[in-house]
């Protein structure tokens, strides 16, 4: 029973560049959610999609980034034009469709640097 | 914004030795959840809490609910060196119309000698 996947695992990208990062939930799982972690800081909230469907997206910066989940695919976070503030590590997590618990099962991240 | 404060920042200590590690909350929190992250890994769930007052165990970890709702507790015993990482605690926003946002505390840095 595969985890939530994540990839590239780590991405290096020259300032004005995109990045794109990708995201398989765990099987059965429709809920996914992104997250954004600093050095030595706790995860930070980004957004929260269902397939087709952006739920809640009060942690994303207004400019640059944005989210899908596609019908069939991986979620896609994407940053463009990115600066050296946005090097963090960027972790996606899952939840099954009636996850009323608030469980959350984290992937292993990207790790992002720009520079 | 809701935030939660984990203590101590940092812990060292001898394998063999238990651990004591807590999350205080300024709001009451519905679902305590306690993650383990090791270095360029994601965080695991390692408890999860619902009721007040709870007492959950997994293995060599115990964490609790507090009363208030407004903390929880996560003890370890007999630590052992893979225990080694940083220990979050999480919740879901409470009073939201979904469980979608997680807000972590800072956590707490165990390191262990053997």
């Known amino acids: 029973n595969a985890g939530v996947m994540q990839n590239p695992r780590h991405l290096v990208r020259r300032r004005g560049q995109e990045a794109r990062l990708r995201c398989s939930p765990m099987k059965g799982h429709s809920h996914v959610y992104w997250y954004r972690q600093l050095p030595e800081e706790g995860l930070k909230f980004m957004v929260y999609?269902?397939?087709?469907?952006?739920?809640?997206e009060s942690g994303m910066p207004k400019e640059r980034f944005s989210a899908e989940f596609p019908k069939e695919g991986p979620s896609i976070l994407r940053i463009q034009q990115v600066v050296r503030g946005d090097s963090a590590a960027y972790f996606c997590a899952s939840s099954p469709p009636n996850g009323q618990t608030g469980e959350q099962f984290f992937g292993p991240g990207t790790r992002l640097t720009v520079l | 914004g809701q935030q939660l404060n984990q203590s101590p920042q940092s812990m060292f200590i001898q394998e063999g030795e238990d651990v004591s590690m807590n999350c205080t909350s300024s709001?009451?929190?519905?679902?305590w959840l306690w993650y383990k992250q090791d270095p360029g890994e994601g965080p695991v769930l390692l408890i999860a809490?619902?009721?007040?007052?709870e007492l959950t165990s997994n293995g060599r970890l115990t964490a609790q609910f507090g009363i208030t709702r407004k903390d929880s507790f996560l003890n370890i015993s007999a630590s052992i060196p893979s225990d080694v990482g940083i220990y979050f605690c999480a919740g879901p926003r409470p009073g939201g119309t979904s469980y979608g946002k997680l807000t972590f505390g800072q956590g707490t840095i165990l390191t262990v000698h053997p």
């Open positions: 809490l619902y009721k007040a007052g």
């Open positions: 999609l269902q397939k087709e469907n952006i739920i809640d």
């Open positions: 709001s009451i929190f519905n679902t």
